[in-house]
Each structure stands twice: as structure tokens, then as C-alpha cells.
T-cell receptor, first 113, second 112 residues
Framework: GAGVSQSPSNKVTEKGKDVELRCDPI?????LYWYRQSLGQGLEFLIY????????KSGLPSDRFSAERTGGSVSTLTIQRTQQEDSAVYLC???????????FGPGTRLTVT | QKEVEQNSGPLSVPEGAIASLNCTYS??????FFWYRQYSGKSPELIMS????GDKEDGRFTAQLNKASQYVSLLIRDSQPSDSATYLC????????????FGQGTTLQVKP
């Protein structure tokens, strides 16, 4: 079946602009996760959704970052007033009712100029 | 002390050899452990999960878990050049919220 999909695959934005990243999980997966991967930091957890609620937002780095999930499916990660340190690959993963094996999407490479 | 530690490598093995990748973790309450493979420029791909002490085999891959020693390992038998990648150890925190904590990864090079 179809895997996790993410869009866009690449995004270049100017410092100070807002960006939205989208994730469509594997059909039937109720848990959804956002991570980001940067050269200096490795893979770091951002937020976890079970259904439409977010029991764990502990990884969001600042209040410029927010995420929502509607209909228990698609999720959007929004970064406001982007900064150069936000440049990274943003990865989405999904699993059956968490926390179980997580499957990653292809990621969105964000570059802030 | 990092929560999940791996030797960054590179670990270089000849084709056909056994590659041994190691990982230690600090949260004694962790119950779920995963190995991901990541090719350069690609996203992580789940290759093994292990939840109980002992060995778990899947094809050429064997995951080993020792909770008392807080140690997880991955063995790759009959290594192939296509196994050359970064291997990430991931541990599910004891809070059980779904947060995976990743090691920095070990780069494996399999030489023909």
C-alpha cells in the first residue's frame, strides 16, 4: 500500500516568512509524528498526535512552531517567521495506535535563506 | 551522557562478512527498540524492532537486546555493498508517548 507522503519535497524560503509542511500518513495509522533532522543535531522529535490530539508537544523548539491534525489523518506543521536555524529536513512518521513501529515519509527539505 | 549512544564509525567490513552495530541507552525504563537504515539523502527505513531480551532474527539481520546492560545491537550477516548506509538506533522513551530517541547513527561501509 501507499506509504507516508509529504509535501513539498523541497522548500526554499526567505528568513521571516511562514511555511507550511504537509504530511499524509499511511491509511489506518492513527498515530502521527513529526521529527526533524539536521547535520548538527541528528534526528529530533517534535510532536506526536494520537488521533487529532497531541499528547506530546515537548519537542517543538519554540512558539514559532505549531502543528495540527484534522480528521485523524493529514497533519500540517507550520513554522512562523522562519529563521536560518530552522533549515533542516522535516520528517513525518506514522504508526498504528501508538506507540508502535513508526514508518517515515520521504521528508521535506527546508532551506531558509 | 547522551540518551542513546552509537559509535559514529565509519565501520568498514568486507563483502560477505558480519557487521556488528552497537547501541547503548540511558533510560532503564525503555521497553521498545528499533533499528533504522538511512541511505544518503533518503529518509530512515525501519528494518528491525525488538521488545524482549534476547535475539530476534529476520533474514540476514539479527537484533539483540540486553535490558540489564541497556544494550542493543544489530548484526548483519553476509554483508553486501548495498548495505552501506547509516544505521540509526532508536529507543522509545519510558513515558510511552511515542517519542523515539535516536542515536547519532553508525555509518557502515561494505567493501566489495
Amino acid at each position: 500500500g501507499a506509504g507516508v507522503s509529504q509535501s513539498p519535497s523541497n522548500k526554499v524560503t526567505e528568513k521571516g516568512k511562514d511555511v507550511e509542511l504537509r504530511c499524509d500518513p499511511i491509511s489506518g495509522h492513527t498515530a502521527l509524528y513529526w521529527y526533524r533532522q539536521s547535520l548538527g543535531q541528528g534526528l529530533e522529535f517534535l510532536i506526536y498526535f494520537q488521533g487529532n490530539s497531541a499528547p506530546d508537544k515537548s519537542g517543538l523548539p519554540s512558539d514559532r512552531f505549531s502543528a495540527e491534525r484534522t480528521g485523524g489523518s493529514v497533519s500540517t506543521l507550520t513554522i512562523q517567521r522562519t529563521q536560518q536555524e530552522d533549515s533542516a529536513v522535516y520528517l513525518c512518521a506514522s504508526s498504528f495506535a501508538g506507540p508502535y513501529e513508526q514508518y517515515f515519509g520521504p521528508g521535506t527539505r527546508l532551506t531558509v535563506t | 551522557q547522551k540518551e542513546v549512544e552509537q559509535n559514529s564509525g565509519p565501520l568498514s567490513v568486507p563483502e560477505g562478512a558480519i557487521a556488528s552495530l552497537n547501541c547503548t541507552y540511558s533510560d532503564r525504563g525503555s521497553q521498545s527498540f528499533f533499528w533504522y537504515r538511512q541511505y544518503s539523502g533518503k529518509s530512515p527505513e525501519l528494518i528491525m524492532s525488538i521488545y524482549s531480551n534476547g535475539d530476534k532474527e529476520d533474514g540476514r539481520f539479527t537484533a539483540q537486546l540486553n535490558k540489564a546492560s541497556q544494550y542493543v545491537s544489530l548484526l548483519i550477516r553476509d554483508s553486501q555493498p548495498s548495505d552501506s548506509a547509516t544505521y540509526l538506533c532508536a529507543v522509545l522513551g519510558s513515558s510511552n508517548t511515542g517519542k523515539l530517541i535516536f542515536g547519532q547513527g553508525t555509518t557502515l561501509q561494505v567493501k566489495p
